[in-house]
């Protein structure tokens, strides 16, 4: 089936995605659902990796959000503000500061104000703080690397290409399209 654009449309596909496109298609023919089979993919492929991929953080005890801060401060290496976290982690500053309250109390970060301007607090992990993430760091790299391995190491070269020349575009221009 050929999209307005003149794609061709990919609704004969065996995923959840083809289905959904196929009735949007049934209930507006002329509808170009390119964008849908892309967007769609990506996002249903992120939601069961998450699902899957949270399995050795929920035996740790932590969630996502928490070991995406953990994670921050792990990977870079030196201490952040909760502006810092924020940004490295997507996330609102409100939820940045709950998350590390959580996990402060459990020894798994510290926090200490500034020596210059008492409103600024810089956190760093503790060292409970750095073995949960190196610890569970290594089960989830195995299990992305099994999930993938359906795809060849050139397909997913190519895959990691255009989900980063994307992911650029984005980010670049993610500002102008909320406005």
Request: charged share 25%.
């Amino acid at each position: 089936m050929t999209a307005p654009n003149g794609r061709q449309a990919d609704a004969t596909g065996g995923d959840t995605v083809s289905a959904v496109v196929r009735q949007w298609q049934a209930v507006h023919p002329g509808l170009d659902t390119g964008p849908m089979e892309i967007i769609g993919r990506v996002n249903r492929c992120a939601a069961l990796l998450q699902q899957a991929e949270d399995a050795p953080l929920r035996r740790a005890g932590l969630s996502r959000p928490e070991f995406d801060l953990l994670g921050a401060l792990r990977r870079t290496g030196h201490e952040l503000t909760p502006g810092d976290l924020a940004r490295e982690t997507f996330s609102s500053g409100a939820a940045v500061t709950k998350r590390l309250k959580q996990l402060t109390e459990r020894g798994l970060v510290e926090r200490r104000g500034d020596t210059r301007d008492r409103r600024v607090a810089h956190v760093r992990l503790t060292d409970a703080g750095r073995e949960i993430v190196d610890g569970i760091l290594p089960e989830q790299l195995a299990y992305e690397t099994a999930v993938l391995s359906v795809l060849d190491q050139r397909r997913q070269g190519e895959l990691a290409g255009l989900l980063g020349e994307l992911l650029g575009q984005l980010e670049g221009r993610l500002g102008a399209l909320r406005a």
